[in-house]
């Protein structure tokens, strides 16, 4: 009987799950792009995020991020832009990640802004970005795209200098770094927040002095640092809440 019970209530909570997240599909341009939408419970409206995947493409680490946003109050759109393929290897995430024409991924991108502002269950001015790795890059891009965008959160994502490009941000940055980063240093973030400094736009800046590049994501054994990862999630939370949620 108790074995029954059981696996009556896990039934019950895995529909539950299942009946927050279901796959979807939106236009951009000629093309029809998929992602994964998470809806919190309740009848909204909620403040949304386009959730961005690093350059393995849309894994189940990236679901389980977009979940947690649910989870904390966010209609949540982990996008797709590798159309569907998803990596194993580093070598094949490098291939698909070169793959993705920029001009497409900007498309990409500002399509699923446009899809989330079309949701009746969400805030149309309460719209934000986070991405890790390249989606953190991505991340930084919608900013760049979207006049209208509320936040933008960069996890070890390429940034852009030219303050002609750095002007065009409306929306405060999280941005979240590991001081022993090789691909992203800490002389080119902190250049990165002083340029926002300088042109007065609303930028926080954390660098993680130990941690490597994504050093969030427990699936990277030997560069996780699970206390530095706790610190920016609940940062990022912070953040969120602060300029979503208003």
Not at 2 to 31: E, H, M, P, R
Request: charged letters at 25%; hydrophobic letters at 40%; aromatic letters at 10%.
């Amino acid at each position: 009987m108790k074995t029954l019970l059981l696996a009556l209530i896990l039934s019950v909570s895995l529909f539950s799950f299942a009946a927050d997240a279901k796959s979807v599909s939106y236009k951009s341009g000629d093309d029809t792009v998929t992602g994964m939408l998470y809806t919190p419970a309740g009848k909204g409206p909620f403040p949304a995020l386009i959730v961005i995947h690093e350059w393995w493409g849309l894994n189940d680490w990236v679901k389980e991020q977009a979940s947690k946003f649910a989870d904390q109050g966010y209609v949540a759109l982990a996008v797709d832009l590798y159309r569907g393929k998803v990596a194993t290897t580093p070598d094949l995430a490098h291939e698909l990640m070169r793959g993705v024409p920029e001009d497409r991924a900007a498309r990409d991108l500002r399509a699923a802004f446009d899809f989330l502002a079309a949701q009746p269950n969400v805030k149309k001015d309460r719209i934000g970005s986070i991405g890790w790795c390249m989606g953190g890059g991505y991340s930084l891009d919608v900013a760049l795209l979207e006049p209208t965008l509320a936040a933008a959160v960069i996890n070890y994502g390429h940034l852009a200098s030219d303050p002609a490009e750095l002007k065009k941000i409306n929306a405060p940055i999280l941005g979240i770094f590991g001081g022993q980063d090789r691909g992203i240093t800490v002389d080119d973030v902190k250049k990165f927040g002083q340029s926002l400094d300088q042109l007065g736009k609303r930028g926080e800046i954390k660098i993680y002095p130990d941690a490597g590049h994504a050093f969030e994501n427990p699936n990277n054994k030997q560069g996780y640092r699970a206390d530095d990862a706790s610190d920016a999630w609940k940062r990022t939370l912070d953040f969120l809440a602060g300029t979503l949620k208003k």
